[in-house]
């Protein structure tokens, strides 16, 4: 009992120690490299601790969790860190005797140090789940071969072994809890990071909107009042389909500017009862001579009747991105697949399907970020605003994808009857 009440005593210490660190220091530290020098310091500290204070069996034998912050800190600090915690192990431990336990100390670390560092760059680059695979190994590697020098210093008995049982779990097991400790505040400090980043952005986008909707919009109201006047009643009527199509995509281009200079922002919606199978015929129309000009074949297959309740408008603006966006993955040409269908009783599924370059899955997670784009000369504004606007109309995107075959795009809308 009284060995146990040793390695929590121990534990409480290092915890704290590492909590400290984690509150005040850890978020500093991806922000300033220099900073690095308070974590061999801070692990150190927490070395010193354990070894200060061990669990004692019989006169000689003594056992302490420095594995802890002595493996966590070659790890996360580096090379340097695990050399500097050595060397602090071996001066301390020379400090409190030269015995048996002195040699066993030397002899762990002379077949414990080079394994730990040369795991230490596969460490780094590691996921988070293969960190903490990593972790429990090493010290269990640790640990036994403490033990097992420790045996030929000293007598085996099955109190002994009893302990040092009691060692290897509790150091198993703690060991694990604070890799997934460190690993879960990093996550949340990178996470809070993008946020700030993407605020930011936003807050960017919504700056060089303001100021540029009014210059925008000038030359956009001149050109719509000029195609107003070529419209006479004596033109043919393909010139007149054209020119109405030139209006109506300056009134879109206009709607993607309020869009731009709202969103983020909540705003009443123009909802409409709507078959979504006429939307994508008149969105065919006007995406075809683009996807002519660039070699691609759009095959279609609509599902008549699939009802929802939304504003055509922006659903055109959003599938025209779209629609583009997997046209220009092909730049050899190939075929899309636009279809639409009622897959239950709740939703309706529109799906654009492309034999583009395709996207990884870290690709798909960016998709649609502020900013964002595979295109040389893309923005991810049109994106951005695309995937938006589905979620407005209470929506889901579902986006698959497969390197050198394609991408497929599969909205969700709630149908209503």
């Given at each position: 009992m009284t060995v146990i009440k040793d390695f929590l005593l121990q534990l409480a210490l290092v915890t704290c120690l590492l909590f400290a660190f984690q509150i005040f220091f850890a978020e500093r530290l991806e922000r300033n490299t220099r900073l690095k020098v308070i974590m061999p310091f801070v692990f150190g500290t927490a070395i010193l601790l354990c070894m200060t204070f061990p669990a004692y069996v019989g006169d000689e034998y003594r056992l302490d969790i420095?594995?802890?912050?002595?493996?966590?800190?070659?790890?996360?600090?580096?090379?340097?860190s695990g050399i500097f915690l050595?060397?602090?192990?071996?001066?301390?431990?020379?400090?409190?005797?030269?015995d048996l336990g002195f040699y066993n100390t030397i002899i762990t670390l002379l077949f414990g140090l080079p394994v730990f560092l040369y795991f230490q760059k596969h460490f780094i680059s590691a996921s988070?789940?293969?960190?903490?695979?990593?972790?429990?190994?090493?010290?269990?590697?640790?640990?036994?071969?403490?033990?097992?020098?420790?045996?030929?210093?000293?007598?085996?008995?099955?109190?002994?072994?009893?302990?040092?049982?009691?060692?290897?779990?509790?150091?198993?097991?703690f060991v694990g809890f604070f890799t997934s400790l460190n690993e879960f505040t990093r996550e949340i400090i990178l996470k809070n990071q993008q946020?700030?980043?993407?605020?930011?952005?936003?807050?960017?986008?919504?700056?060089?909107?303001s100021v540029f909707a009014h210059e925008i919009r000038?030359?956009?109201?001149?050109?719509?009042?000029?195609?107003?006047?070529?419209?006479?009643?004596?033109?043919?009527?393909?010139?007149?389909?054209?020119?109405?199509?030139?209006?109506?995509?300056?009134?879109?281009?206009?709607?993607?500017?309020d869009d731009l200079l709202a969103y983020g922002k909540p705003a009443a919606q123009d909802l409409t009862r709507f078959d979504v199978a006429l939307e994508l015929r008149r969105v065919e129309n006007l995406i075809q001579s683009y996807a002519i000009s660039n070699n691609v074949t759009i095959q279609t297959r609509y599902e008549d009747n699939c009802w929802i309740e939304a504003n055509p408008q922006k659903l055109n603006q959003s599938l025209i991105n779209i629609l583009k966006n997997a046209i220009e993955s092909?730049?050899?040409?190939?075929?899309?697949?636009?279809?639409?269908?009622?897959?239950?009783?709740?939703?309706?599924?529109?799906?654009?399907?492309?034999?583009?370059?395709?996207?990884?899955?870290?690709?798909?997670?960016?998709?649609?970020?502020?900013?964002?784009?595979?295109?040389?000369?893309?923005?991810?504004?049109?994106?951005?605003?695309?995937?938006?606007?589905?979620?407005?109309?209470?929506?889901?995107?579902?986006?698959?994808?497969?390197?050198?075959?394609?991408?497929?795009?599969?909205?969700?809308?709630?149908?209503?009857?």
């Open positions: 420095r594995i802890i912050p002595m493996l966590l800190g070659t790890l996360y600090g580096g090379v340097e050595s060397l602090l192990i071996v001066l301390y431990r020379l400090y409190i005797g030269v988070k789940n293969k960190r903490v695979r990593i972790v429990l190994l090493l010290s269990a590697y640790y640990s036994i071969i403490g033990s097992l020098t420790g045996f030929l210093f000293h007598p085996i008995s099955r109190e002994v072994i009893q302990i040092q049982i009691i060692h290897l779990l509790t150091t198993l097991i946020l700030l980043s993407e605020a930011e952005r936003l807050r960017v986008v919504s700056v060089l909107t000038n030359p956009m109201q001149v050109t719509r009042g000029f195609l107003q006047l070529l419209n006479e009643p004596h033109l043919p009527a393909k010139n007149k389909q054209y020119i109405r199509y030139s209006i109506e995509e300056l009134d879109r281009a206009n709607a993607i500017i092909m730049p050899g040409g190939g075929t899309i697949w636009l279809s639409c269908f009622s897959n239950d009783e709740r939703y309706v599924e529109i799906c654009v399907k492309d034999q583009g370059i395709g996207m990884t899955k870290e690709q798909i997670d960016k998709l649609g970020a502020p900013f964002y784009s595979l295109k040389e000369s893309g923005t991810g504004l049109g994106m951005m605003v695309s995937l938006q606007i589905i979620r407005n109309f209470h929506g889901k995107v579902k986006i698959t994808s497969e390197l050198d075959v394609g991408t497929e795009f599969s909205i969700y809308l709630p149908r209503i009857t």
